[in-house]
């Protein structure tokens, strides 16, 4: 059913913000996740503008921790914290909301009554002209807040959490061998004693099921609770937008920082790279898939191929795959350092089965230069047409010899060439920030 459409807003003039406060559960440095380089990049986008004095950031945490790891440290803005709800507080949303159906997991996990008044009382004595939420999961209290006039109010959906769990569904249903986790990043604000019954396949596919709905009534009730509502895909924020009638849902490009400004310079050696965080059900997948049915041709053609797997959080089952190639697939865990990984790398792969919204490592490689080999899934939102540095292979049969192809010298600085331009025109920081003004 279709919300109420949202009733016309002036535009907002960026300028006539003296000040910003965001709101999340995610520490947002360092941005070594697709979900912080997006947060990272509106905190810089708002210190370009403002200053660090009037950047404010609400991190909703779980509980004590030691010191050392406190981000008051690295913060460029002024940091507030919030210890995350208890594992009472979380059970007892999980009771009178989940299980009465006013409210999703994700919700619910965040919800209690002393955050809420915390945070009231934060947002009081900031008094920000603009104030950010992040997805639903912290967008469910602004509702109960009055805002006063002139402040505007921005929800961040992310991905469309409602589209992913019906992809992740119809993946587990289609292929038998995916491992689907519906709670993915988000299970770390979840309590031990509920994690343990998800690792059952017929309560993972219940709750995406359930959670899909949920978080999409949810999803949509935003675009009448907030000014504006930002994704990170142009084709969720269209389906968003027809959905409910909204005019106030933008899609919004991430801002990918590179540092060292190294040339690449790519001397023929057969080595790539998949690059992400492995816990994640699309990443797991989609790199267990290439290394069980590409990874042996691909050596048949190039025994010296080498593939190195770069990213936290590797699954017991993924450590068995690269086991089975020695020498030739490493796992090497988060390396910090991308310039000196990519340099000279032949191609990034990215070859997913099923995922939503805006995959950022793509990005990442396109802006050095790297050309990216990905099914569709994995550069969704990323490119529309050839000539832009990917090569679309969706077909694992297609995997080794296109491979192949790329280890040709010339072939590879075209398709570089083409990445660096295409991120240039679509991810640079002058067209990220001009994005940022209108979503602002």
Known sequence: MNS????????????????????SAVDPYPADSGKKVVLSGFVDY??????????????VRPGPRPAPEKPSQHFPGVLHEIVSPSTADQLRALVTGTMTGRASIQESML????????????????DADVEIYDT???????????SRVGRRRVIYLDDLFSQRYRVMLTAAQKYGDVLVNPLGAFGAMIPAVLRRPVNNPMVQRTLLRVESHLVGRAERAATRDFDRCLLVNDGETRWLSKETGAENVRAVPPLIRTTSGVARSYDGRPEFVFLGLLSLPHNDDGIRWFLDHAMRPLLALRPEAKLRIVGREATAALQQSAARFPGSVTLEGYVPDLDALLTHTAALLTPLRFGSGVKIKPIEAMARGVPVVSTGFGVDGIVDGPDQGVVLVDDIDAYAPALLELMEVSRNVELS???????????????VFDSYDDAF
């Open 136 to 146: 639903v999961r912290l967008g469910q209290y602004a509702k109960s807040m009055v």
């Open 4 to 23: 109420t459409p949202v009733q016309d807003r002036a535009e907002p003039d960026t300028k006539s913000a003296r000040s910003v406060v965001i709101v």
């Open 46 to 59: 708002w210190l370009d503008r403002l200053g660090e004095e009037d950047v404010h950031y609400v991190l």
């Open 417 to 431: 060439d083409q990445a660096r331009t295409h991120f240039e025109s679509t991810f640079s920081k002058t067209v």
């Open 111 to 126: 919800k209690s009554s002393r955050v809420r008044r915390e945070l009231r009382g934060l947002l009081a004595t900031i």
